[in-house]
């Protein structure tokens, strides 16, 4: 999973296409499809694109996510703080530290990950739908004139 040598590669994942690097920090939510590997920190949301069906959300050891995940795949050996939606399979290496409720189909956990929340496995919620920016714009001109 994490380095050892029994590690075998998420079937179906992808290869790393975007890489926040360890002095990054990001203040936003961030969309992505592929493989997204995070090293530094992001405080927001980290959200799959809705046709992303191999995307592969990776958190390394010194990584961190402080809000929502929703991806079909999930790594995490580094901090989240937030719930995580894994519609297809979450893997949690032994530095693994998540703050919040874990939604999944498929569970990989190695010995030394913590869990503070709950595990929930099968249907997952429906996603949270935000406004479009435009759209919200919009309702504030209205609302102006």
């Known amino acids: 999973m994490f380095g050892g040598e029994k590690s075998k590669p998420v079937r179906g994942g992808t290869g790393v296409e975007t890489l926040i690097g360890a002095q990054v920090t990001i203040r936003g939510d961030v969309h992505f499809s592929g493989g997204l590997y995070v090293e530094g920190t992001i405080h927001g ?77 099968g249907e997952l919620p429906p996603a949270k739908q935000l406004p479009k920016p435009e759209a919200v714009r919009k309702a504030r001109e209205e609302a102006a004139a």
Request: proline share 3%; charged share 20%.
């Open 45 to 121: 949301g980290v959200f799959a694109e809705a046709d992303a069906s191999s995307a592969l959300l990776t958190v390394a050891e010194k990584g961190a996510i402080h809000g929502e995940v929703r991806a079909p795949m999930v790594m995490v050996n580094g901090e989240l703080h937030g719930d995580v939606y894994a519609t297809e399979r979450i893997e949690l290496g032994p530095n693994a530290r998540i703050q919040g409720n874990v939604y999944y189909k498929v569970v990989e956990m190695a010995a030394g990950a913590m869990i503070t929340g709950r595990m929930v496995h």
